[in-house]
């Protein structure tokens, strides 16, 4: 059992910052996927409002959950914060824009279902939010 232990920790922590990000990113995802559930079927918002309101209460998790376990920044001061915050902000609102835009197309123009299309989409922005956050956002300064 040691040994298990053992090859799963160094498999862990050869692939730490991956598997982190997967962990979150899916934490991030069912938190979105549940959000948008309830703020459509049980609230009966409007698909783009509930998709948009339940992507500003994610993104406050996926800053902090990104930063904290995922990249680990080492940004202390107020600069340097406000920084990672506003280009984490702008790199989201671009993906939630991409989001938005899938999602008119594929529920209004392809008439395809819209909880089915949200889960296309929540993958597409989960994978291009990786790719944003590790170049742009928390790539290593040295």
């Known amino acids: 059992m040691k040994k298990l232990w053992d090859w799963a920790w160094d ?7 991956g598997i982190n990000y997967l962990i979150f990113g899916f934490l991030a995802f069912v938190l979105n996927y549940v959000l948008y559930f309830v ?17 500003v209460l994610t993104v406050v998790f996926a800053y902090w959950t990104n930063r904290t376990f995922v990249f680990k920044s080492q940004n202390k001061d107020a600069q340097s914060l406000g920084k990672e915050f506003v280009a984490f902000i702008g790199a989201r609102v671009a993906t939630e824009v991409l989001e938005l835009a899938l999602m008119f197309l594929m529920v209004d123009c392809a008439s395809l279902n819209e909880y089915a299309s949200k889960l296309v989409c929540q993958v597409i922005v989960i994978l291009a939010n990786y790719f944003l956050s590790k170049l742009w956002i928390f790539k290593d300064k040295k």
Request: net charge neutral.
């Open 11 to 17: 498999l862990y922590r050869k692939h730490e910052e």
């Open 39 to 55: 703020f459509a079927s049980t609230l009966h918002m409007h698909y783009m409002a509930a998709t948009a309101l339940s992507w």
